[in-house]
């Protein structure tokens, strides 16, 4: 199929999701139906989901991972998905338009896949939020669009990789962060050497002369064990430090995300 047919039998939501996987790289046919199929029954969503995602599969835009989140009765919304050769071409300047790189698709490790997955809920969750909340996302880039390139003292090159960069409009207000999304598999070493790539950035001065402002960085953890265990890795940094960093519980993120307290911490305060 030639390239001008088939980017003329992509409808709006079709590109809708492409481009959403070129942002996230990967996600389930859940999280995509999420995101793009927010009308009629459950029922009625989820079988249109299942009959988009077969179709973009089909004309080969997308491909399918052999493994599946959710069980053997989850179907299709058990999958995850990501670009195509053909799929990346369309959604960026390779190809026809010249530029970038392609990825040949591959069957990557389940804990790339499970840490991918969850900075693509996270976009979720902020995109849902939009609709009942006053967040805006201006932009959400994961990795590695959102990596920090910078040199060192001695001329050597450096570089920080956040697993997101967010920017939320959040009434009057914006909310620019860096996210780290926590799984508990990474040691508190591993944690402080993170840690001390901010305060090495934010000490170039690189970021605030680029954006006006240094991001928060903001760890969203599994369990309030975690937010312990992280905080107490972070007090250990100069005091001057303390103010780049954030802790939060995952199912707390939009919130901190949002520079607001989780509902149930509001309603505490009153």
């Known amino acids: 199929m030639g390239w001008e047919r088939l980017a003329a039998g992509l409808s709006e939501r079709d590109w809708a999701i492409l481009f959403d996987l070129a942002r ?41 991972l052999e493994r599946q989140v959710g069980g053997v009765h989850a179907g ?5 998905y990501g670009l195509s050769a053909a799929g ?14 392609l990825r040949r698709p591959w069957e990557p490790a389940p804990s790339f896949v499970d840490h991918v997955l969850l900075v693509t809920e996270l976009y979720v ?65 591993v944690l402080r050497r993170k840690a001390e790539t901010y305060v090495a950035y934010w000490r170039s001065g690189q970021e605030q002369a680029r954006e006006g402002l240094f991001p928060r960085s903001v760890w969203l953890v599994p369990a309030s064990k975690r937010t312990e ?13 303390w103010q780049l960093f954030q802790v939060a519980r995952f199912d ?17 305060d009153k």
């Open 24 to 64: 996230l790289r990967l996600a389930t046919g859940r999280q995509l139906q999420r995101l793009h199929v927010a009308d009629g029954s459950p029922l009625t969503r989820s079988r249109r989901s299942r009959s988009i995602l077969q179709r973009l599969s089909d004309v080969g835009v997308l491909v399918r």
């Open 229 to 241: 265990q992280l905080t107490a890795v972070l007090g250990r940094l100069n005091p001057d430090a």
């Open 252 to 268: 707390e993120g939009v919130w901190a995300l949002a520079g607001r307290p989780p509902p149930a911490a509001a309603e505490a």
């Open 125 to 189: 969750n902020l995109r849902e939020a939009e609709v009942a909340k006053d967040i805006k996302v201006l932009d959400f880039e994961a990795e590695p669009p959102c990596w920090r390139w910078w040199h060192g003292p001695s001329g050597e090159r450096l570089v920080l990789k956040p697993d997101a960069f967010v920017r939320l409009a959040v009434g009057d207000l914006e909310q620019v962060s860096f996210v780290e999304v926590d799984r508990s598999t990474e040691s508190t070493t």
């Open 88 to 101: 990346q071409r369309l959604t960026s300047r390779v190809g026809p338009a010249g530029g970038q790189r």
């Open 76 to 80: 299709s919304s058990g999958f995850t």
